[in-house]
């Protein structure tokens, strides 16, 4: 059964860091690219991140560019979201997902984690 | 920039035919944009409907399609049912491993 389990949200003050992790488990790990999708409060759901399989292709939003990192080690079956200079407007639950539907160009979310919440506030 | 734009809200009655659409403030949505739909209900994680502008998830419902109608994708329920109210959200590939959501379309079965 595969299974993707994100962790690590929590409350930060603006400007403050926080890692977050995606745990995964029942599929072949390293054959899968992941990404990061956010939603604010009451607000629609925003793509923030993606990273390749083999964690050597990384991809940003231009709203978290230069400010938030993405790895992979794909001996443990975890993806990172390294968050930096975090702002009120960072508050969000972020989901994990595995991107598990592929054409030979691109790749697209089969399974979803439940997400973790972001606070950013003093 | 270019912004994906979705009707903020929809509404359809039980057993009826609702589209939802997904465009650009610049240009024309083509396949080559890879459209994909997503449900959401309050509180959960989204669920993946459609990839790739018409191929279903596993486990859709085939009363969920996908298409490309004039310069817009496109998402089609027909035969709505009461558990179809959700948030629906659209992304398109802007190129370079970068996606862009739509503002997502809250739709009400009535």
């Known amino acids: 059964e595969v299974q993707v389990l994100e962790s690590g949200g929590g409350l930060v003050q603006p400007g403050g860091s926080l890692r977050l992790s995606c745990a995964a488990s029942?599929?072949?790990?390293?054959?899968?690219?992941m990404s990061w999708v956010r939603q604010g409060p009451g607000k629609g759901l925003e793509w923030v991140s993606g990273?390749?399989?083999?964690?050597?292709?990384?991809f940003f939003a231009d709203s978290v560019k230069g400010r938030f990192t993405v790895s992979r080690d794909n001996s443990k079956n975890i993806v990172w979201l390294q968050m930096n200079s975090l702002r009120a407007e960072d508050t969000a639950v972020y989901y994990c997902a595995k991107l598990g539907y592929c054409s030979s160009l691109t790749c697209w979310p089969d399974y979803w984690g439940q997400g973790t919440l972001v606070t950013v506030s003093s | 920039q270019t912004v994906v734009t979705q009707e903020p809200s929809l509404s359809v009655s039980p057993g009826g035919t609702v589209t939802l659409t997904c465009g650009l403030t610049?240009?024309?949505?083509?396949?080559?944009?890879?459209p994909s739909w997503y449900q959401q209900t309050p509180g959960q994680a989204p669920r993946t409907l459609i990839y790739s502008t018409k191929t279903p998830s596993s486990g859709v419902p085939d009363r969920f399609s996908g298409s490309i109608l004039g310069n817009k994708a496109a998402l089609t329920i027909t035969g709505a049912q009461a558990d179809d109210e959700s948030d629906y959200y659209c992304?398109?590939?802007?190129?370079?491993?970068?996606?862009?959501f739509g503002g997502g379309t809250k739709l009400t079965v009535l």
């Open positions: 610049s240009g024309s949505v083509s396949a080559s944009d890879y």
């Open positions: 992304v398109l590939h802007m190129g370079s491993g970068i996606w862009v």
């Open positions: 990273i390749s399989g083999s964690g050597r292709d990384t």
């Open positions: 029942g599929f072949i790990f390293n054959t899968y690219a």
